[in-house]
């Protein structure tokens, strides 16, 4: 087999996996913050409660996510050795600062977070726990520069050394304020507080429907409702300020996601379709002629740069890109919806009667996990053949010592230990949500206060 | 030996003291993950992981910067290492992944089974990674094969010679004694005296090691020796590593269980310094043609990068220093299992 083919594979895979975890740790780490100020500032106990249900979820997603995170860092080394001596000087200083200002403030009070309710006061309790949160939030911002770069190289300048080109720093605050950094890193938060807003009001839409906890549940949902209507407004808005930014340096992404072909005419935007590549048509779709160019330049007749524009070997695969950004785009106004008719219910006194609705909230889990993944794919094959956009190509940058009996192996471990972790996360979880919070937590109050 | 000052220097010390810090702090812990099944009660197993319960966490992330350091700083070393030793590092990655998710599960559940099977899991993955973290730096030691290119042209095969296996062993057995001496501080009674035999056996072992490893370096490894022949004042470190171990010993028949722990980290510490004194400076010695050496100056990022990177390393570690020291005090002494306990 080509170790080529079965690297790009294993990546997929892995980051895929590893991607279900983070955002449920950026969302819900602020959600805890939210949570147990409310219980400092009310002393009313359900949000303690609230908070040490939560927390304890929260140490078993943020589990998986380290154990699932080291294998990425490594891969870069392990299987794209090309790529990384050609962006170590680049791409590795970010990784680094991730590494220092992120991973060890993050596990480092997550001790206090987990362990430490009976060993320090609650003030630095909450203290940890913002430091958690910020931490989640630190690794966010640097992985982003560092995939930004990617997107959209700025500050280095290209080098032959003994061994190759490669790329090195020329202004570190321009590499990192890459053009895209800014509306990546905000809509990748944002999806982020989506994630972790709408596992709360999952978890408590179950509990209400079930009718346990239900003051808990209550409670919950409003805090992450407010949470959901407010991330769910921003994606909006940093949505389309990210295919703006996306028109101006990655054209050919942009034209992929909206399978715009003419070399240079009005672009149409399609609320769903399937692309044939051959015709460079959209089929079996509906159409908002000169949508796109008026949502990128303000007015319907303004040509937008297509595909045609770009050398065959240039284009990313059109159809898949496509696919993924329609899911993403219907999945963000799915969660705008839902969040703002539970908003609504709620101020006409009648959100906790609502059984399908519940039921609706219930699964919406799934949707900001969705939109993450096909916007990861958007922002990750819009990009192809590119690895750094313009730069390298993902083909020049495999390792070239490995062979595919080994990608094979590694491949197959993975599956298979992913797919045994991903159950037993799944058991574990659903046995924690169906054990509920502690009540007795309640009368060990003294202690803790 | 010639030392010379530079941004380059600085930074090979400066990964270097990242993974000694590894080494050190998450040494105690795959040391405990070893001991594992050696305790024999619910209880015992559970004070064992607890021991480590709050701060193992933290003690990875020394792995992983000192990863993305080495990243950062010396990507041909990097790209080299991580793509030829590829089966090594993927296993490693398996290990840590299993000790990782064996700690959370292990008793998130009270079926005897479910237990037993994390139990193993902690222990043997525990066991697995120190091999091959030992093993790496056991063919770091002896040097590698690599082309112009500097692409690594040996197997996996390869990565498995005496040598290398040896400096493996030796490794586990430092983790497990390292580890024993970290449960003699964080536990009592009947544990803490299983403990303190566990440690008796163990040093036995490391200082056998020990012994064997210093004369096989001078038949496997001849050039991690030729800066201590050509400036034999040198020759303190390792007379002041024999102090240490000695220290270890003397300090845990006197019961000062945190005098003998940290002697242990100070051993640790002059491995490494020794290690990396020895290597200097080449970071991955081509022996089949060492003009294809990897070295500080050939395998590093760019002065500016080195230089911005000392800059974060500068702002951020002294913070990293004070979170995992306030962490350390605010867990310090036995273990007492509650509500919250793994």
């Known amino acids: 087999m080509d170790p080529f083919f079965l690297s790009r594979l294993q990546f997929a895979l892995t980051i895929a996996f590893h991607y279900l975890f983070p955002p449920i740790s950026i969302g819900l780490g602020l959600l805890l913050v939210i949570m147990e100020g409310i219980y400092l500032k009310t002393k009313n106990k359900l949000y303690h409660q609230m908070t040490r249900f939560w927390v304890k979820i929260f140490g078993l997603v943020f589990a998986l996510g380290v154990a699932t995170g080291i294998v990425m860092e490594f891969q870069f080394g392990t299987n794209w050795s090309t790529y990384s001596r050609f962006v170590g000087d680049v791409f590795g200083s970010a990784l680094a600062a991730e590494g220092i200002f992120a991973f060890f403030l993050e596990s480092g009070f997550l001790a206090i977070l987990l362990f430490g309710w009976n060993k320090v006061k609650p003030r630095t309790h909450f203290l940890s726990t913002i430091m958690v949160c910020f931490g989640a939030h630190f690794s966010a911002v640097w992985i982003i520069v560092a995939n930004s770069w990617q997107q959209t190289p700025a500050g280095h300048h290209i080098v032959n050394t003994a061994l190759g080109t490669r790329a090195e720093i020329v202004d570190f605050w321009q590499m990192v304020l890459s053009p895209s950094t800014l509306d990546r890193l905000t809509h990748t938060l944002m999806g982020a507080w989506q994630t972790g807003a709408f596992f709360v009001i999952s978890v408590s839409a179950w509990y209400l429907l079930k009718r346990k906890h239900v003051e808990f549940a209550k409670a919950g949902i409003k805090i992450a409702l407010v949470l959901a209507v407010t991330a769910s407004m921003l994606q909006l808005v940093t949505g389309h300020s990210s295919a703006v930014t996306v028109s101006e340096t990655q054209p050919a992404k942009l034209a992929a996601m909206e399978a715009h072909y003419d070399e240079f005419a009005p672009a149409d935007l399609y609320l769903f379709g399937w692309v044939n590549n051959k015709q460079q048509k959209v089929q079996l779709s509906i159409r908002m002629p000169g949508m796109l160019s008026f949502l990128v330049h303000g007015k319907t007749s303004e040509p937008v740069k297509g595909l045609n524009a770009f050398p065959e070997d240039e284009r990313p695969p059109v159809n898949i890109v496509f696919q993924a950004y329609h899911i993403m785009v219907s999945t963000g106004l799915f969660l705008i919806l839902i969040s703002w008719t539970g908003l609504f219910l709620w101020w006409r006194g009648r959100l906790f009667n609502i059984r399908w609705l519940l039921w609706v909230y219930v699964f919406t889990v799934l949707g900001p996990q969705v939109a993450n993944q096909v916007g990861w794919m958007t922002a990750e094959i819009g990009r192809q053949p590119w690895i750094v956009y313009g730069l390298l190509k993902t083909d020049d940058a495999f390792s070239p010592v490995l062979n595919g009996g080994e990608v094979l192996t590694s491949i197959f471990m993975f599956g298979f230990i992913y797919f045994l972790l991903f159950a037993l996360f799944i058991f574990l979880l659903n046995q924690k949500i169906q054990h509920g919070p502690e009540v007795e937590e309640q009368i060990e109050e003294g202690h803790i206060a | 030996m010639n030392l010379v000052f530079d941004l380059n220097t600085i930074w090979f010390f400066l990964v270097g003291l990242l993974l000694t810090g590894y080494a050190i702090l998450d040494g105690f812990d795959l040391g405990i993950g070893a001991l594992h099944l050696f305790t024999k009660t619910d209880h015992d197993r559970r004070v064992m992981l607890n021991s480590i319960g709050p701060i193992w966490d933290g003690n990875e992330v020394w792995l992983v910067t000192g990863g993305g350091a080495l990243f950062a700083a010396f990507p041909e070393v990097y790209a080299t290492a991580f793509s030829g030793f590829y089966m090594a590092f993927m296993l490693l990655l398996f290990s840590l992944i299993f000790r990782a998710v064996a700690i959370d599960f292990r008793s998130k559940q009270i079926y005897p089974l479910w237990r037993k099977i994390w139990d193993i899991s902690f222990c043997v993955s525990s066991i697995l990674a120190s091999l091959l973290i030992g093993t790496a730096l056991g063919n770091i030691a002896r040097g590698v094969t690599l082309n112009d290119k500097h692409e690594y042209t040996g197997t996996f095969w390869n990565i498995l010679h005496p040598y290398a296996l040896l400096v493996g062993l030796f490794v586990v057995a430092l983790f497990m004694m390292h580890g024993a001496l970290f449960g003699i501080i964080k ?33 496997f490894a001849k050039n991690l020796t030729e800066h201590f022949k050509a400036s034999p004042f040198l020759i303190v470190f390792p007379l002041l590593n024999v102090l240490t171990i000695a220290n270890i010993y003397w300090q845990n028949k006197r019961g000062k269980e945190l005098a003998a722990f940290f002697s242990s980290c100070a051993t640790i510490l002059l491995l490494m310094f020794i290690f990396g004194l020895g290597i200097y400076p080449d970071m991955l010695y081509s022996y089949n043609n060492p003009e294809n050496t990897l070295n500080i100056y050939n395998a590093a990022s760019s002065q500016k990068t080195l230089r911005i990177m000392l800059t974060i390393a ?29």
């Open chain 2, 314 to 342: 500068m702002i951020g570690m002294p913070f990293v220093i004070m979170y995992t020291s306030t962490i350390f005090w605010i867990f310090r002494g036995k273990v007492k299992l509650d509500s919250h306990s793994y």
């Open chain 2, 187 to 219: 536990t009592e009674g009947m544990l803490q005296k299983q403990l303190q035999k566990l440690f008796s056996k163990t040093f036995i072992l490391f200082v056998i090691g020990y012994m064997v490893i210093t004369i096989a370096t001078f038949l």
